[in-house]
T-cell receptor, first 113, second 110 residues
Framework: GAGVSQTPSNKVTEKGKYVELRCDPI?????LYWYRQSLGQGPEFLIY????????DSGLPNDRFFAVRPEGSVSTLKIQRTERGDSAVYLC???????????FGNGTRLTVT | GIQVEQSPPDLILQEGANSTLRCNFS?????LQWFHQNPWGQLINLFY???GTKQNGRLSATTVATERYSLLYISSSQTTDSGVYFC????????????FGKGTKLSVKP
């Protein structure tokens, strides 16, 4: 597609469950980013991929969060043992290469009940 | 870590008015980007501007990296300009980790 695609657009899960969020970047973009945005705040960096490898995962809050990009295109953000504090909009972005303009998807709104 | 401060936090304009939004950052940066988040939550990249001045229609931006600030100018504002404007910087010495400010919430009244 023309833009960054994220699925699902909304996800409601119970505390303690496992969730996977998917991101399909713009074709040809080598860099992929995950951010998290809480109400009234700016996006908070989670992880950055250059190709298949995580170049910077310093923003992942704890070991319940993990992300993969096995073929250098689609990425999956995985959250284990979800907590109510994980509720937020999870944003994915891609860029042609690192340090170039970012293009965001519409996000996945995660609600943990 | 680097601090990114945006001002003003809130701004209300009458349609047709001009405005200037400011972004200050506390350390050297590799690049700086401005984004608009519309009321539906979509984030749109407005400018990639590590230094200098760029213009795109009614919008323009200037970054003075040596003085650690950037300005976003909106001229002849329209109701569709409403939303939140974010400044984001990539700290010098790192790559990919864009740090966002808290944004300026703009409301343009008809």
């Amino acid at each position: 597609g023309a833009g960054v695609s994220q699925t699902p657009s909304n996800k409601v899960t119970e505390k303690g469950k496992y969730v996977e969020l998917r991101c399909d970047p713009i074709s040809g973009h080598t860099a992929l980013y995950w951010y998290r945005q809480s109400l009234g705040q700016g996006p908070e960096f989670l992880i950055y991929f250059q190709g298949t490898g995580a170049a910077d995962d310093s923003g992942l809050p704890n070991d319940r969060f993990f992300a993969v990009r096995p073929e250098g295109s689609v990425s999956t953000l995985k959250i284990q043992r979800t907590e109510r504090g994980d509720s937020a909009v999870y944003l994915c972005a891609s860029s042609l290469f690192g340090s170039s303009p970012l293009h965001f998807g519409n996000g996945t709104r995660l609600t943990v009940t | 870590g680097i601090q990114v401060e945006q001002s003003p936090p809130d701004l209300i304009l009458q349609e047709g008015a001009n405005s200037t939004l400011r972004c200050n950052f506390s350390d050297s940066v590799n690049n700086l980007q401005w984004f608009h988040q519309n009321p539906w939550g979509q984030l749109i990249n407005l400018f990639y501007i590590p230094s200098g001045t760029k213009q795109n229609g009614r919008l323009s931006a200037t970054t003075v990296a040596t003085e650690r600030y950037s300005l976003l100018y909106i001229s002849s504002s329209q109701t569709t300009d409403s939303g939140v404007y974010f400044c984001a910087v990539e700290p010098g010495g790192s790559q990919g980790n864009l740090i966002f400010g808290k944004g300026t919430k703009l409301s343009v009244k008809p």
